[in-house]
């Protein structure tokens, strides 16, 4: 079914670009390499060579706090972090595209009379996976807790499970996050196993994991997070996937 896009959420490590961009593309290739041969029967032939991905976007500039176009930008320029893409929405399901990626580009202000813009481009460092969020960005969690098992299916050797970790915000006194992917063979999750764990975190940024290419048989999958501090809050999304 054809959609409008207007509400596209995007992730990038630790900040959350949706309010800040008007236009989000993920691109994703192979290239093409020949092998064209005498017994090819005057046909070109072809396999996939490298792939990679790319995200570009653009919007409306701001500055003057860490969760803002600006400070984002330069903070992570050059450097490596998880960025998730869904375009439409960011709920508990919702379509995500998730990879690890180098902010490698930034470009801001223009003409005169402009509304400020900037313009940005990541480029993967691992491949473009498609899959869904876990846990969503909108809700502020205060203690330990589970979210929501997802179906996302066995995983055949030689796949992996992605997971891509945007934490928003943290505040409190010594606050600290501890996020886990738990997986299971049903949806109730009554017997999960511990799938990849993210480092504790205790300000805003972003982890990204996958596990080795063994198979899994689990099908349902879910976020797990222990949470420490006095008075913590923590926003944070999670988007998971096999590729």
């Not at 960025?83 to 869904?86: G, K, Q």
């Not at 996976?129 to 869904?132: E, I, L, N």
């Not at 198979?215 to 689990?218: E, K, L, V």
């Given at each position: 079914m054809s959609m409008v896009l207007t509400n596209v959420r995007a992730f990038a490590v630790g900040a959350d670009l949706t309010g800040a961009s008007n236009k989000v593309e993920v691109s994703?290739?192979?290239e093409e390499k020949e092998t064209t041969n005498y017994a090819s029967a005057g046909w070109k032939e072809r396999i996939g060579g490298l792939g990679s991905a790319e995200i570009a976007s653009e919007g409306f500039w701001e500055a003057g706090?860490?969760?803002l176009i600006d400070d984002a930008s330069w903070v992570q320029l050059g450097g490596v972090g998880p960025?998730?893409?869904?375009p439409d929405t960011a709920a508990v399901g919702s379509l995500a595209y998730l990879t690890r990626a180098l902010r490698s580009n930034y470009q801001l202000l223009g003409a005169v009379g402009d509304v400020?813009?900037?313009t940005g481009t990541a480029k993967s460092s691992w491949p473009l996976?498609?899959?869904?969020i876990a846990h969503p960005p909108g809700t502020a969690r205060t203690a330990t807790g589970t979210g929501t098992a997802l179906n996302l299916g066995a995983i055949p050797a030689g796949k992996r499970l992605y997971a891509a970790l945007h934490v928003l915000s943290a505040a409190g006194t010594a606050p600290s996050l501890t996020v886990s992917i738990e997986s299971d063979d049903a949806a109730g999750m009554s017997s999960p196993t511990t799938r990849l764990s993210f480092d504790a975190a205790t300000a805003a940024g972003g982890q990204a994991l996958r596990t080795d290419a063994a198979?899994?048989?689990?099908t349902h999958y879910r976020v797990a997070w222990a949470i420490s501090g006095t008075t913590p809050s923590f926003m944070f999304a999670v988007s998971l996937g096999i590729r």
């Open positions: 994703g290739e192979v706090d860490p969760g960025w998730t893409i869904c400020a813009p900037w996976v498609r899959g869904q198979a899994i048989t689990d």
